[in-house]
């Protein structure tokens, strides 16, 4: 799910850097280093803006300034339970591997419907039902995370598309629909 | 659904215990933590110093999982005495799939530990990786084994076997030099030919570096036709996008690797790669190729190893930083065609080696240690630096400008020199063995199929403890697998079966038999001896080594084959005993050397000893030289005969090796020590009191032959066993030796006590004495040797 949130985070600048345009490099290493990461819970999309940039605070020792910065940004946190569109990385025996943006997400042959079973002699290996639907790398799914777990800088989680609408998308269409950006 | 679990007590409990209560009936739905079942126990409580008094506490038991109860294992008043399974609990999920730490299945958090879970950790429920491209998912036991069984039978009843491939100098050949990208637009460049076959590539990581990539020759029909037979991994030690791209290069269509890629990124070990990270629970069916056997330290049996592709020449492995260092003898010589020019650029490879080359014992050893991440950081680093050297260093373009300059040095008209060339023909020969391998394989398999069916118990291996699973339905019996291991041995073991091999120069410092390629030697079924002795019979040179003193003892012996290494090289690639006269190492001037040198000093002994004066201590490879050089005549030859022992007296003072003059020096001690023992020498007895007047020699000789001594080989085989006990005898404090031959002259203390007094590791003092009187007894039997051989020599002359 995606939220926007104001968070503050402390900046800190070279002394070469100390000139007119220091808030500006604030921003800048603000942006480099928050966009596109992850907290453990949550992954930072995108800073939207930057609503209080403190005095510089010379640090003892290393003539580096430190600024606090508040700023809002998007970010997005997968919940135990939500519906999440992926696509396909990587096929083995024992399940899937999907993509779900940043978040990578393995849904085990235990959550896959019955009928889909793993085929190792298609090439590529595959799980299929043998009529329409074939999970490949590059098949665009859906599915619903049972859990996730994080570490400082990285999240996975596990899903199950043995559930109602859930699995392969037939319609490339409906696939970056922005069905997580719809929720809420 | 769910599985059943059976749990147990655990050891924190006070035993024994008394079972008070039963909580829940079979049926009941149990929680995590829940309690379900109080216990009593008694216990000594210390009222004050040295006074206990005893005290019986109750106690509550909770879950350690939830689930129904299925059963209970104890009932209540039970006395429980030792740790015992007390329920048996049915599993809502077994855990028996976890990502990271997560149940795949149910999304539950595996590290929850708490009072009731430590002994019996969810984490360990699923602990064996089999997936190929990611680290994170592990499954149990049972999963793994059904998996690869069912995998097993996929393959039987599609008549495969899986294949392991390596990348790196195996199916291709890597380089970041951009001279290659420079040539291939020069059409009038001489390597143009060989370097517009390349394909190239870039990656982000490394900085857009572009990568050239060789295709061995054939490759593409080799993969085709061997994925007939094999379903074929990847098992690189390049990272992840190395390997993928790579693998786009030789398999576009992703038809014969699918996704089954192993990288350094998933390998488990930065320096060894194993089998088992890819089949957990059975390696019968899988053939690895590799053209570095020392990376697979368990699994040998099952490796095919490959001459590695060098077709940049100069250029090792590019991904080699993460591997143990090459051990320099595993590298062929790659020459080029035979210009004269090839000199150079067969330096060039060597030098590119890594400079250092430790023992490859250490290097395994390592392996074994556990990889930290700084380790990695560092090898990543460093093969970053080795890749810019390489940008900057440009070895090929240099060594091609080389090649041309050494022509200019010579006057010659400037020819076109081309320095790479396609012409390596290795995965002929592979494809060969693997058909070879895949047949002998299905053959067993059949085989075994017939007996079964027939009603013919197969034979099991004692000690096997797999699962076996015999299926009725498609004519797929996993219990009849042969074990592909034991096939290859099989075919190679004959290749070289019954020679015995000595070499010069392959291998620096260390014995042959640890090196690596003594033991593909070994593994071809070849002895390996570090000795040259009567008993080899090929000695295996390196080009620069081709004078060496192995050699020219090989030379003396008339049965040795001397060949070149390449012989052994060709051999063990195409697992055939080559006829060795197209690697015969030129020793005809060596040999006329040899004659030379000895006439020379026979000459200058022939005054100064006289020849009753000196005991014999002579070379046996010398006598048997008498038969070697036909080209003597018969004037040199009874020279030679006449100054045998003098001669070959010299021969040891002045040969380079240390050890012989020393040995020289040592009997001459003995000889002294024995000569004021009475100076009888003829009369010495021997340890078993054995010598008794005309018979002396018969008796003597037998005894000392090797169980296993060959053909008529008396002497040189003697001549080893005797070396070896002087060598040992050497190499004890020389206060033992004296007090061995005081226990020789009757007045010694016993030699038991000495041997307490002076422990050497091997043998103990008793032998000592044997070894000594060994000794003489040999010194003893030279003497009657010699004038056995003048005898015969007198007959010889009578004859003429």
Known sequence: ?184 | MGDVRVVHMGTRLHYPVTITRLLKKPGDAIEARQVVFEYKFNWQREIEEGRFKEETSYADFESPAEGTLREWKIEEGEVVKAPQPYMAIEEACPHDVQLGNMCAKCGKDMTEVNFATAEERDTDRANVNMVHDNVGLVVSNEIAMSNEYSAQKRLLSQRKLSLVVDLDQTVIHACVDRTVAEWKADPSNPNYEAVCKTKAFTLTETHDLVYHVKMRPGLSDFLAEVSEMYELHVYTMGTRSYAENIVALIDPDHTLFGQRIITRTESGSMHAKSLQRIFPVSTNMVVIIDDRSDVWPYNRPNLIKVVPYAFFKGIGDINSNFLPPATKEAVPAALPEANGSAAPTGQATTEAQPPTAPDADKAVLAMRLKDDEEKLKEQAEEQEKDLQQQVEDRPLLHMQEELEKEDEAQGEEPKRHILLTDDDEELIALQDHLTDVHKAFYALYDKRRRQRKSGQAPQHKPGETKVRRPSNDTGVDLSLVPDVGDILENLKQSVLEGLVIATSGLVKGGRVEYSEIGQQAQAFGAQVVDEVSKRITHLVVSPTHERSEKVRQAVRLRSVRIVSQSWLLDCLSQWRRLDESAYFVSVESLRREEAERRRKQGEAGSGSVSRDGTPAEDDPTGELDLGDDDDMDDEEFRKLLDLDSDEDFGDMNTSTDEEEEEEASETDDDRSSRASDGGLNSSQETEGGANNGASTTVPTRTKRKKPSGEDTDGESDRESVMAKKQRIARSRPSGLRSEAVIVENGTGPDAGDDSTMLPTPGTNGGDVVNLDRGDEEIDFDEDELERDMEAAFEEAEDDD
């Open chain 1, 1 to 184: 799910m995606f939220f926007l949130r104001n968070m503050e985070r402390r900046v800190t600048l070279h002394p070469s850097f100390f000139c007119k345009d220091a808030h500006d490099l604030v921003i800048d290493n603000l942006l480099r280093d928050v966009e596109g990461s992850c907290s453990g819970n949550y992954y930072i999309i995108s800073i939207m803006d930057t609503f209080d940039i403190s005095e510089g605070r010379i640090l003892p020792g290393t003539g580096m300034a430190e600024f606090t910065v508040g700023y809002r940004a998007v970010v997005w946190r997968p919940f135990k339970g939500e519906t999440v569109d992926g696509i396909v990385v990587s096929v083995n025996p024992q399940g899937f591997f999907a993509q779900v943006g940043p978040l990578k997400l393995f849904v085990s042959s235990h959550l896959i419907p019955d009928d889909i079973r793993w085929d190792p002699n298609a090439t590529p290996a595959q799980f299929t039902n043998n009529e329409d639907i074939n999970i490949t790398p590059g098949s665009s799914v859906r599915v619903k995370i049972l859990g996730t777990r994080s570490e400082v800088g990285e999240m996975w989680a596990i899903g199950s598309i043995k559930e109602d609408y859930l699995g392969a998308l037939q319609d490339a269409s409906e696939t970056f629909g922005g069905a997580a950006l719809d929720e809420d």
